[in-house]
């Protein structure tokens, strides 16, 4: 029977990755992969999580399943750290949470719950937005359309665009946001643009699903979540998949929540219901080990100012890296400007490179990058940022 399937093609991320593995070339550079990486090129346990990991070894009493929904303590510290711990979302009891297995299942739960709750809603992602957006949108059942965001020329925002195609969207259907540090071009909306968003969002009685993947890469975890807290309202509703994958460098344990925000708290005990039979039928219920080690860190205030040190240094090295490229590339290619390297935020840049120019860096040069010419900032180093920069150059 299987004899007659064709071969899926390898997808265009972490396809990279298993070509990078196979290649033999001396001094290769991997900026593919949305990974940390610290000077050496090794992406690191922090301390806090180790710490977080002796704690749980030493107390853990039981293997058994978590609820379908997941830990409470974990899903109160994940709304306290997105909204804030005063805010009238965290503390109204219409928000309800859910566990999930990385950002990226939250995302799924997302989409199958709102294909069954608005089946006659289209959600309208970013052009670009994340490659997988889409993927996990459409096997959900969701109609995918496109809101203009990212302006080619200055590659930054074109604000007046996203604005426009916001303002045209039906009421009801369902808008995909990045909160902060956007994937794929690193380009995020001021807090006065934020608020214009909010206000367009809320006039057309549109549904925000908000990725929240990279909170303290950007500027900060207070001001990362800025813009989610625009949106954030008296009266609002809105979904949010957040991810703990780069914060808390948990990439492997596949840490990440869902948090519904509706208008009372018994809409709430619905939403929660309807998302446990989402999950039931999907993976059942979350792994724990991860969840632990957020909320040991979120609940011991020693743990969380180590936590909060480490993701700073993390922040400030790709930070280094985004001027030392931006340094190294006027220097290597004094005719091309290449300053919104530094202009951008968070673990990406839009390089403005070509598909082609990409394609003969990985093939000439060894540097692998997505296609549409998005690098990994934290991949690059001072090891590597000379012939990155000499590189990207030569294909200019």
Request: hydrophobic letters at 40%; a negative charge.
């Amino acid at each position: 029977m299987f004899q007659q399937l064709e071969a899926a093609p390898p997808d265009a991320i972490l396809g990279l990755n298993e070509a990078f593995a196979r290649d033999t070339t001396e001094a290769k550079i991997n900026l593919t992969t949305g990974v940390y990486k610290d000077a050496g090129g090794t992406t690191p346990v922090l301390e806090c999580v180790k710490e977080a990991e002796r704690r749980l070894v030493e107390t853990e009493a039981s293997k058994g399943y978590l609820g379908i929904d997941g830990m409470q303590e974990f899903s109160a510290a994940s709304r306290a750290l997105l909204f804030g711990p005063d805010h009238e979302v965290t503390g109204s009891g219409r928000a309800t949470t859910v566990q999930a297995p990385g950002g990226t299942g939250a995302l799924r739960v997302a989409a199958e719950f709102l294909a069954t709750a608005f089946p006659d809603s289209s959600i309208w992602c970013s052009r670009p937005t994340w490659p997988n957006h889409p993927n996990i949108f459409r096997s959900a059942g969701l109609p995918i359309s496109e809101y203009g965001y990212y302006d080619e020329a200055t590659r930054g925002l074109d604000a007046q665009a996203m604005l426009d195609d916001l303002a045209q969207i039906p009421a009801g259907d369902i808008v995909c946001l990045h909160a902060c540090c956007h994937n794929p071009t690193g380009v995020d909306p001021s807090l006065e643009q934020w608020n214009q968003i909010a206000e367009i969002v809320a006039d057309r009685e549109l549904l925000p699903l908000v990725d929240f993947a990279y909170q303290g890469f950007g500027d900060g975890l207070e001001s990362d979540a800025a813009g989610l807290r625009a949106l954030a309202r008296p009266g609002c509703r809105m979904l949010v998949a957040s991810s703990f994958s780069k914060n808390f460098g948990l990439y492997r344990e596949r840490v990440g929540a869902l948090t519904v925000v509706t208008g009372d708290s018994d809409t709430a005990s619905v939403v929660l219901s309807r998302l446990k039979r989402t999950i039931r039928c999907n993976y059942s219920n979350p792994p724990a080990h991860g969840a632990g080690i957020v909320t040991t860190i979120l609940g011991d205030a020693e743990l969380r100012a180590g936590w909060e040190t480490e993701l700073a240094e993390m922040r400030s090295r790709i930070n280094d890296m985004r001027q030392a490229l931006a340094d190294g590339l006027a220097a290597a290619a004094p005719g091309h400007d290449f300053s919104s390297v530094t202009r951008q935020r968070g673990m990406f840049s839009f390089s403005g490179l070509s598909p082609e120019q990409v394609d003969r860096l990985k093939d000439e040069f060894g540097i692998y990058m997505v296609r549409n010419g998005r690098i990994n900032v934290a991949g690059v180093t001072t090891d590597n940022v000379g012939k990155l920069c000499e590189s990207i150059a030569a294909v200019l």
